[in-house]
């Protein structure tokens, strides 16, 4: 394993290196001794849990990574991104909600090029905590997993 680290040439730089071993540690010194008190069939933390981890996280400036800066996110590139997720994921529930949610919720990345009047309605309560944002997609032929199944069909009727 080590010969092929050395042949595949490639290292991460060092802002990138340390931003990766603060995220580690949190999740070490911070999320994971919370988890160990949750019912181990809970996904999920109880709000007057969660906030002090988020509180954390803000702190920190590991916050709403993805979003952009003029919203009160870290705008980080999405290489980044994910080097933070593959780390943040590094726990108990870590595969269906890494960090718990300490790190907060972005909405859904189409919203940042919204009006004015959509930003301040779901971008900023979103990233501000106050909100939630989620994607939905369904298909009669593919439940939620419609990249395999959308069938979409175009038929002439008259002139349309």
Same mark, same amino acid.
């Given at each position: 394993?080590?010969?092929?680290? &050395?042949?595949?040439?490639?290292? #991460?730089?060092?802002? #990138?290196?340390?931003?990766?071993?603060?995220?580690?540690?949190?999740?070490?010194?911070?999320?994971?001794?919370?988890?160990?008190?949750?019912?181990?069939?809970?996904?999920?933390? $109880?709000?007057?849990?969660?906030? $002090? #981890?988020?509180?954390?996280?803000?702190?920190?400036?590991?916050?709403? #990574?993805?979003?952009?800066?003029?919203?009160?996110?870290?705008?980080?590139?999405?290489?980044?991104?994910?080097?933070?997720?593959?780390?943040?994921?590094?726990?108990?529930?870590?595969?269906?909600?890494?960090?718990?949610?300490?790190?907060?919720?972005?909405?859904?990345?189409?919203?940042?090029?919204?009006?004015?009047? &959509?930003?301040?309605?779901?971008?900023?309560?979103?990233?501000?905590?106050?909100?939630?944002?989620?994607?939905?997609?369904?298909? $009669?032929?593919?439940?939620?997993?419609?990249?395999?199944?959308?069938?979409?069909?175009?038929?002439?009727?008259?002139?349309?």
């Amino acid at each position: 394993m080590d010969e092929m680290r &050395q042949n595949f040439g490639y290292e #991460l730089p060092p802002e #990138l290196k340390m931003l990766k071993q603060e995220v580690h540690d949190f999740i070490r010194e911070e999320v994971i001794p919370v988890e160990r008190e949750l019912d181990f069939e809970a996904v999920s933390l $109880p709000p007057d849990k969660l906030a $002090p #981890l988020q509180k954390k996280a803000r702190d920190a400036g590991l916050w709403c #990574l993805g979003a952009p800066e003029e919203f009160g996110g870290a705008n980080l590139p999405i290489f980044a991104q994910t080097i933070i997720a593959e780390e943040a994921s590094q726990h108990r529930n870590g595969a269906y909600n890494p960090g718990l949610g300490a790190f907060g919720t972005e909405p859904p990345y189409i919203l940042y090029d919204g009006t004015k009047e &959509q930003i301040d309605r779901y971008v900023i309560p979103t990233i501000e905590g106050k909100r939630s944002g989620f994607v939905a997609i369904t298909e $009669p032929s593919g439940g939620s997993d419609p990249a395999r199944a959308i069938q979409t069909r175009a038929r002439k009727v008259g002139d349309h």
